[in-house]
């Protein structure tokens, strides 16, 4: 008994010594390892849970490229948006009226921090914006244009908003690439923070911040 009074003794202050390090001391040392702490209990306990419930593998994504970019002046962004492109969905009947019912409808950035979760492929709509897996070395996030169901397989295709057509690979996407639906940009640009170290491996073109102009 008395041993285990001990042992709970020095736990305890180990503990409180620990806390004062991790939030408390403002020396180099503290904080080398207050963020090592952070680190361990984002990477080992907060994404775990977070993938568990979202039933997703990347409950979060940054945005790397401009295919979903809609910012213009900023007070008609929308309307300028859509007169560049409105054509492309005329084609596939999708009516201003029926786009401004879309999730996301507005776009977003590259280097964005995008919410997503895991969706049941006939939970998948129409307008939605899936991420999913191809042979490129990232996933990619657009938007849903049509879907079919051929032998009780749901087949999608999408297409990024500010891109001209579709990339072949998203022509015909299976049920088992989809990854996850996006939910919400809740970070604008923080994404850049891991962005910029490999910004300059891509082509010039793809570079740096998005502009108005279509991106395919």
């Known amino acids: 008994m008395e ?23 403002n020396s180099v040392k503290g904080w080398i390892i207050s963020i090592i702490f ?12 977070l993938k568990l419930t979202l039933g997703t593998k990347i409950p979060l994504v940054i945005v790397e490229s401009c295919s979903m970019y809609h ?20 084609i ?11 999730p996301l409808k507005n776009g977003f950035n590259k280097g964005d921090i995008i919410f997503v ?3 049941k492929p006939n939970k998948i ?6 991420i999913f897996k191809t042979n490129y070395p990232s996933p990619i996030i657009h938007r849903v244009i049509k879907i079919k169901k051929v032998n009780g397989t749901y087949i999608f295709q999408t297409m990024g908003d500010n891109n001209n057509g579709q990339l072949n690979i998203e022509k015909t996407i299976y049920q088992n690439q989809i990854l996850g639906v996006a939910k919400a940009d809740i970070i604008p640009y ?13 082509p010039v073109e793809e570079r ?9």
């Open 38 to 49: 952070i680190i361990l209990v984002l990477e080992l306990i907060f994404f775990p849970v």
């Open 71 to 90: 910012q213009g002046d900023p007070f008609s962004q929308f309307d300028n948006w859509w007169e560049g492109h409105d054509m492309k969905y005329f």
């Open 125 to 130: 709509k129409v307008g939605d914006v899936i």
């Open 190 to 202: 923080l994404g850049w923070i891991k962005l910029i170290f490999f910004d300059h491996l891509n």
């Open 3 to 25: 041993t285990k009074r001990k042992s709970d003794k020095k736990f305890k202050n180990f503990m409180k010594k620990f806390w004062n390090i991790v939030w408390k001391d």
């Open 92 to 102: 596939m009947k999708i009516s201003k009226n029926v786009w401004q019912t879309f």
């Open 117 to 119: 979760r895991g969706e």
């Open 208 to 216: 740096g911040l998005c502009s108005q102009t279509p991106s395919k």
